[in-house]
């Protein structure tokens, strides 16, 4: 079966190169060139111009539905999803999760609660911008402005929110009341995804959220305002993430994009459904067995695009804990067979790290690598 499905494939692999073959001939045989199609006025960017390798990919990242029945089934399920799961972080350490039980109307109130803030008035907006993302409720345009590049299409707003949120005080009104609605909504999921992240790494269930990977957790409320110049500039340079897992709310605008097996596809946007990918130090403690996956995202002539991340982390802050927390791949994944490729990292040298360079230099995971 397998091999005559890739006879088939190849076959039409085949077929393609040969009517491109052509179609490159006939227009080499006019001597023109791109000139020539030019003056010809053709309407449209003939095929043999259309790069594949940018966008317009037609794979879409796996979908799992994490609905329990609460019958006898329901342990068959569990294995259905835990598999999906394991398949999804394997391949592409990203996926989108339905029925996960965060009502859509919170949702929906979420990304107009970030909306609104952003839309405020200037001279109220004005008193949250800072640098400082630790303190308190924050506003600010690129973390790292003074070390990328180019600088990216994009404000943020967020404040950290577990283990606690800045009391409600200091929260902006425009945002308050949802922030802490959504917030434990969030926590609630996080628990239940390490969970299932657990046992399709082959772990006991509890094994992730003991080893507190969701006890501290970053909000941000990105927005994406309508661009002029698309194609000259960038929403989100290519980046991997530092948290464990980060769970994702995005609008119906689209633009993210994850690089796979070397292209960039695009994340649709699926009304109710919420993007949950791996970061970096999930890749460091399951030992390379799932992967952290660069993405991106490209501005748009339409918006504003709102999305709201909350990257689940180890405790990192002072005050938090006595002992600097550290992390290296978990003793259960290891065998002769599958020795360590990471050293133990102290996350907070881990996360100084990745926030000191620019988002579009390399992952510090390679600092850690046996
Ligand atoms: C991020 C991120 C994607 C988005 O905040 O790390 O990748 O869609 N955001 O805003
Ligand atoms: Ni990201």
Known sequence: ??????????????????????????????????????????????EIYLDHSSSGSVLTIPVIDLKHPNTTAAAAVRREIVGGIRGSCEEWGFFQVVNHGIPEGILDEMIQGVRRFHELDPEIKKRYYT???ISGFFLVSNFDLY?????????????????????PEQLPDATRDILIEYSKQVKQLSKTILELLSEALGLEPNRLNQ??????????????????????????????????ITILLQDQIGGLQVLHRNKWVDVQPRKGALV??????LQLVSNDKFISVSHRVVPKRIGPRISVACFLRPLIHKGDTDSPPVYGPI??????????????????????IHSSRGLDEPSPLQHFRV
Not at 214 to 241: F, K, M, N, R, S
């Open 276 to 281: 949950v990918n791996l970061g970096d130090l």
């Open 211 to 244: 080893l507190g990977c969701g006890a501290g957790q970053l909000l941000l409320g990105h927005y994406y305002p309508a661009c002029p110049e698309p194609e000259v500039t960038i929403g989100v340079t290519d980046h991997t993430d530092a948290s464990f």
């Open 131 to 133: 640098r400082d993302l």
């Open 331 to 352: 003793p259960e994944l290891l065998s002769e067979e599958n020795p360590p490729v990471y050293v133990e990292a102290d996350v907070r040298e881990f996360m100084r």
């Open 1 to 46: 079966m397998a091999f005559s499905e890739k006879r088939e494939n190849n076959g039409a692999a085949e077929d393609s190169n040969h009517s491109r073959l052509i179609k490159l001939r006939e227009f080499d045989d006019t001597k023109l060139g791109v000139k020539g199609l030019v003056d010809a006025a053709v309407a449209k960017v003939p």
């Open 147 to 167: 070390r990328s590049a180019a600088a990216s299409w994009r404000d943020t707003m967020g404040c950290v929110a577990a283990p606690d949120l800045p009391p």
